[in-house]
């Protein structure tokens, strides 16, 4: 008995002491440099402290943000989708063009959800009937759904109506909606993800997706409910960008979907599944704006910021992969 | 802890933005298309020289690439740096309607320069604009005429078949060689777009000169065509027989016009639209200049400049020639 008992004991590191577990995570990593960048923005221009200018700058990334976090629980659940910033353009497209064919509002708005919800359920099918690498799929995609975006939109501009523009200007509790519909929704979809059976679930997809389904784990099911939940809040978020805009275009959000790969990356979620956080991806979001809008509103040059992503970004992966490695159950 | 921090900043901020209000001279800032732009150089050392003479501080930004929202941000952050005039090339013609509005309602004088919210003029004060554009065809044909003895097959060369300033100089050609009898002689035969990529509008290029072995001329109104355009006339030694003109860059163009290749090109002065627009934001900041349809004011070294409908002004009446007399005159 202790002779089989002593060589695994002898493997097993010592058990972590309560303040490391706690610590030593990638969100902790996310939130020292939010910190850092909030100290260090203040340093660089007198003009950033300023809560009002800090959260109409996040209003600017708060539709990719909120995206970012239903991406963050694919991610988890090893997929990918990039298409979800295509999915904003030709859903707001969608939307547009209908209401200005003169389609009621309410169903237009409709209809541009549910365009959204039809992406996603593309996407989900070509992943999980046809059992195609969700890379290959979404990267098709993206350039599918903004192919028509063009199709529907043409070169031109389609404006909205004045009283749906500004929803980013609607505050409340001096909050603008956009940041506070990010909050909400970082709220929820984090309970979900942290303290339900659905989201344990979705680690344990990610994490060994056959064990999970030997397990009794209905994974095609949570996956397809995902990539449809993917679609439906793309579609919202890109609802809430015309309102910002106040005009249409096939380019909105263009490039967007490499903005939420990189708030999911840095907020320490695993590209190749079963870890990750909403929180993490909540303060990865604050980090990048207040790193962006810190160097814009002190003038540094694009070149200097690019830089400063990458390298960002870089650290963020090492630091994310030694903490995963060192920490392995 | 955070909102704690968040919160002494804040004060401090404030108390910081309204010390720097009080004191500074006239802040101006002009935002580009993109980086890394020598067009905008050109543009910026107007403004620069006339903040010199002025006594205003100026800043150029741009953001890294030249799509339709990039610029948002820059605008969000000159108005939280409390600048007193926004002069901007704008990379849409609406996404940034309401970014300006809050630059406008912050008391902020916004203008366009170098290129106009056309449909949306509503959400600037002014726009400055090299020149009349509806000149811009008319001038083109005629340098065109000029060097072929006006007469002979010529093409266009452009740009994307969307571009909406070629387009409008385009249709202005087509007028001008169909309505003018001084043109009569000369046959446009085909229009081709390059899409300013340099390899497509060599290529188009190349296929002009195949297909129409009459062609005695080529129009590139656009500063990636006739550069590919005088490539391929430079490399092919054609210089003689097939005449290339258009818009171009002195600095691109350079070379071309010291060898043979091209006799003359025409384009404005990008430096005069930062010198006019830093004069103008001065003096309508300062009071001394009403921003009124109709008004005029006194530029040094451009005259009298009249702001036209749409409160719209032009740095020149007609476009600028260079030839190899003056191409050492212009560093852009």
């Known amino acids: 008995m202790s002779a089989i008992h002593t060589p695994a004991t002898r493997?097993?590191?010592?058990?972590?002491?309560?303040?490391?577990?706690?610590?030593?995570?990638?969100?902790?990593?996310?939130?020292?440099?939010?910190?850092?960048?909030?100290?260090?923005?203040?340093?660089?221009?007198?003009?950033?402290?300023?809560?009002?200018?800090?959260?109409?700058?996040?209003?600017?990334?708060?539709?990719?943000?909120?995206?970012?976090?239903?991406l963050t629980m694919i991610i988890i659940a090893g997929e990918i989708d990039l298409s979800p910033a295509a999915n904003m353009a030709l859903s707001a497209c969608l939307f547009a063009f209908a209401q200005q064919a003169g389609i009621p509002m309410p169903l237009a708005i409709a209809i541009g959800l549910f365009a959204g919800l039809v992406m996603g359920a593309i996407n989900g099918f070509m992943v999980i009937r046809l059992q195609i690498p969700s890379i290959i799929v979404t990267i098709g995609t993206l350039t599918l759904y903004r192919g028509l975006a063009q199709v529907i939109a043409g070169d031109k501009s389609i404006r909205v109506p004045d009283w749906f523009i500004g929803i980013n200007t609607v505050?409340?509790?001096?909050?603008?909606?956009?940041?506070?519909?990010?909050?909400?929704?970082?709220?929820?979809?984090?309970?979900?993800?942290?303290?339900?059976?659905?989201?344990?679930?979705?680690y344990q997809i990610g994490t060994n997706?056959?064990?999970?389904?030997?397990?009794?784990?209905?994974?095609?099911?949570?996956?397809?409910?995902?990539?449809?939940?993917?679609?439906?809040?793309?579609?919202?978020?890109?609802?809430?960008?015309?309102?910002?805009?106040?005009?249409?275009?096939?380019?909105?959000?263009?490039?967007g979907e490499l903005q939420m790969v990189l708030m999911a990356m840095l907020g320490g979620t695993y590209i190749f599944g079963g870890r990750g956080t909403i929180l993490g991806t909540f303060l990865a979001a604050w980090l990048l704006v207040i790193v962006s809008t810190g160097m814009t509103v002190a003038n540094v040059p694009p070149s200097v910021q690019l830089v400063v992503q990458g390298v960002l970004l870089i650290v963020s992966i090492i630091a994310t992969n030694f903490i995963y490695s060192r920490t392995q159950r | 802890?955070?909102?704690?921090?968040?919160?002494?900043?804040?004060?401090?901020?404030?108390?910081?933005?309204?010390?720097?209000?009080?004191?500074?001279?006239?802040?101006?800032?002009?935002?580009?298309?993109?980086?890394?732009?020598?067009?905008?150089?050109?543009?910026?050392?107007?403004?620069?020289?006339?903040?010199?003479?002025?006594?205003?501080?100026?800043?150029?930004?741009?953001?890294?690439?030249?799509?339709?929202?990039?610029?948002?941000?820059?605008?969000?952050?000159?108005?939280?740096?409390?600048?007193?005039?926004?002069?901007?090339?704008?990379?849409?013609?609406?996404?940034?309607?309401?970014?300006?509005?809050?630059?406008?309602?912050?008391?902020?004088?916004?203008?366009?320069v170098n290129g106009d919210l056309v449909g949306n003029e509503s959400h600037r004060d002014a726009t400055i604009l090299?020149?009349?554009?509806?000149?811009?065809?008319?001038?083109?044909?005629?340098?065109?005429?000029?060097?072929?003895?006006?007469?002979?097959?010529?093409?266009?060369?452009?740009?994307?078949?969307?571009?909406?300033?070629?387009?409008?100089?385009?249709?202005?050609m087509n007028d001008t060689l169909k309505n003018d009898a001084k043109y009569k002689d000369m046959h446009l035969v085909a229009t081709v777009y390059g899409d300013d990529q340099p390899e497509k509008s060599t290529t188009e290029m190349e296929a002009l000169l195949s297909n129409y072995p009459n062609l005695v001329g080529v129009i590139a109104p656009t500063?990636?065509?006739?550069?590919?355009?005088?490539?391929?006339?430079?490399?092919?030694n054609l210089a003689k027989t097939v005449h290339v003109t258009g818009l171009g860059l002195p600095s691109e163009m350079r070379d071309f016009i010291k060898d043979g290749t091209v006799s003359a090109f025409q384009l404005w002065s990008p430096y005069n639209e930062g010198?006019?627009?830093?004069?103008?934001?001065?003096?309508?900041?300062?009071?001394?200049?009403?921003?009124?349809?109709?008004?005029?004011?006194?530029?040094?070294?451009?005259?009298?400049?009249?702001?036209?409908?749409?409160?719209?002004?032009?740095?020149?009446?007609?476009?600028?020639?260079?030839?190899?007399?003056?191409?050492?005159?212009f560093n852009f």
């Open chain 2, 275 to 329: 010198w006019l627009a830093a004069h103008f934001a001065v003096g309508v900041v300062g009071g001394t200049i009403k921003n009124e349809v109709g008004g005029t004011f006194e530029v040094p070294n451009l005259g009298t400049i009249t702001i036209a409908d749409k409160n719209a002004m032009n740095t020149q009446a007609e476009l600028t020639t260079f030839t190899p007399e003056n191409i050492d005159d």
């Open chain 2, 223 to 236: 500063t990636v065509g006739i550069a590919a355009a005088a490539q391929v006339i430079q490399s092919r």
């Open chain 1, 11 to 70: 493997d097993l590191p010592p058990a972590r002491p309560r303040w490391q577990v706690i610590v030593i995570r990638p969100e902790t990593m996310t939130l020292v440099l939010l910190i850092a960048a909030l100290f260090g923005a203040s340093l660089l221009s007198p003009y950033f402290l300023d809560v009002g200018y800090i959260l109409r700058s996040f209003t600017l990334s708060a539709e990719f943000a909120i995206v970012a976090l239903v």
């Open chain 2, 1 to 112: 802890m955070l909102k704690k921090t968040l919160l002494t900043g804040l004060a401090l901020s404030m108390a910081m933005v309204t010390t720097a209000y009080a004191a500074d001279p006239i802040k101006i800032v002009y935002i580009g298309k993109n980086t890394g732009n020598p067009y905008f150089d050109s543009i910026t050392g107007g403004f620069e020289d006339a903040c010199k003479s002025l006594g205003c501080e100026f800043e150029f930004v741009a953001p890294a690439t030249a799509e339709a929202t990039s610029q948002i941000p820059f605008i969000e952050a000159q108005i939280q740096r409390g600048v007193n005039v926004i002069a901007i090339a704008p990379n849409s013609p609406d996404a940034l309607n309401q970014v300006l509005d809050t630059a406008k309602a912050k008391g902020i004088l916004v203008l366009t």
């Open chain 1, 209 to 255: 997706e056959v064990a999970a389904r030997h397990a009794g784990i209905r994974s095609q099911r949570i996956k397809m409910s995902l990539f449809l939940l993917m679609g439906l809040v793309s579609a919202a978020a890109g609802l809430m960008t015309a309102s910002r805009l106040g005009s249409v275009r096939y380019d909105l959000g263009l490039g």
């Open chain 2, 130 to 172: 090299p020149v009349d554009f509806t000149k811009t065809g008319p001038n083109q044909v005629e340098l065109m005429g000029s060097m072929i003895g006006y007469k002979g097959d010529i093409a266009i060369l452009s740009a994307t078949t969307e571009a909406p300033d070629q387009n409008t100089w385009i249709a202005a």
């Open chain 1, 171 to 202: 505050l409340i509790a001096g909050i603008p909606l956009t940041v506070l519909i990010f909050i909400i929704a970082s709220i929820i979809l984090g309970v979900v993800l942290s303290m339900t059976i659905f989201g344990r679930q979705i």
